[in-house]
């Protein structure tokens, strides 16, 4: 492979370097990416960066001829696991086949390690390998707090088409909130610029004008399904951009922060009777399957969400599980 220059799109703004590079060579470590950085092999717009700097729209990223796929080192950071852990793996476990293998991440599982993270879904994928010589590979995250569906390839191919899939946002992703009061209107489009706050450690986002320094697009839809009075709404939420934080950030912004979450609801975040966890989690995602057709995979609320809904009398239908539509 040549060297490569990249151009930062107006959809990958304010992104991390490391996960930039990941959605173009899924098959990158961090490991090899920290290396690149500070051996200078890396660069943006000619300059040396470390691996942890935010891009921004416009920029050109040097790569350098990087290894084949299939002969890339693989460097682990494995997590000690027992026999009930990986049961418990194996049965959140929604869909598999040769190429595609669709989790249900549980809230409070971080989707990759970092600084004070020791057990993270990353480090578990080995009891997830059924057979297969390779490891499954994340091509997206998940906040720690955020439970519901989770998509890892199977294979270096699989990867690839992933990645692109999520980096030309070729599909539909739909989250489900409890918030704390009812937005006005009850449904409609959020579109306010954010900003990063804070440094990579309990980074946040905050909305800004459109001109601010470091102010990026980031568009919410949402629809209010249910409510209990004023007092609490569930949420429907399809975020048409992929910003950190972005739904915790634009709910707050209308003045319905979601229960639980504290950095953004400050002191309207929890309620008495109600788990003091964040309550969002990825219903649902629609997605162009790597061998063709689509793959659609719902996720049943984590059992704090459950609680509340039974609480606050609202009524979801049962997920529907996978389902793999058209050609293969």
């Known amino acids: 492979m040549s060297v490569q220059t990249i151009t930062v799109e107006p959809d990958q703004a304010d992104m991390r370097l490391d996960r930039f590079l990941r959605r173009h060579h899924p098959h990158l470590t961090q490991g090899a990416i920290q290396k690149l950085c500070r051996t200078g092999q890396i660069r943006v717009d000619g300059k040396r960066v470390e691996a942890s700097v935010h891009v921004a729209e416009g920029q050109s990223v040097r790569i350098p001829p990087l290894p084949d796929p299939a002969a890339a080192p693989k460097q682990r950071q494995i997590v000690a696991m027992d026999q009930y852990d990986t049961k418990e793996l194996l049965a959140r476990v929604l869909y598999r086949d040769e190429d595609v293998l669709v989790v249900d991440k549980p809230a409070g599982l971080a989707t990759q390690g970092g600084k004070g993270i020791a057990r993270h879904l990353d480090g578990m994928l080995d009891a997830l390998r059924f057979g297969a010589e390779d490891r499954p590979r994340l091509v997206h995250r998940l906040d720690r707090d955020t439970s519901g569906v989770l998509i ?52 946040r986002t905050k909305p800004v004008g459109r001109d601010a320094e470091g102010a990026v697009k980031a568009v919410t839809e949402y629809r209010t399904i249910d409510n209990a009075g004023r007092k609490f709404s569930w949420l429907e939420l399809q975020p048409l951009t992929g910003r950190t934080h972005q739904l915790r950030a634009h709910c707050a912004a209308i003045k319905t922060p979601i229960l639980g979450d504290a950095p953004y609801g400050e002191d309207r975040a929890f309620a008495e009777g109600f788990a003091r966890q964040l309550h969002l989690h990825a219903r649902r995602l629609v997605l162009p399957h790597p061998r063709g057709g689509t793959l659609s995979v719902e996720a049943e609320l984590p059992p704090h969400m459950k609680a509340a809904f039974a609480s606050l009398g609202f009524t979801a239908d049962p997920a529907k599980g996978a389902n793999k539509h058209g050609k293969s």
């Open 152 to 203: 890892l390839a199977r294979n270096a191919f699989a990867a690839g088409k992933l990645a692109a899939a999520f980096r030309g946002r070729d599909m539909e992703k739909t989250y489900w909130a409890i918030v704390v009061g009812l937005p006005v209107p009850l449904e409609g489009q959020i579109d306010l610029p954010l900003a990063r706050i804070g440094g990579s450690q309990g980074a």
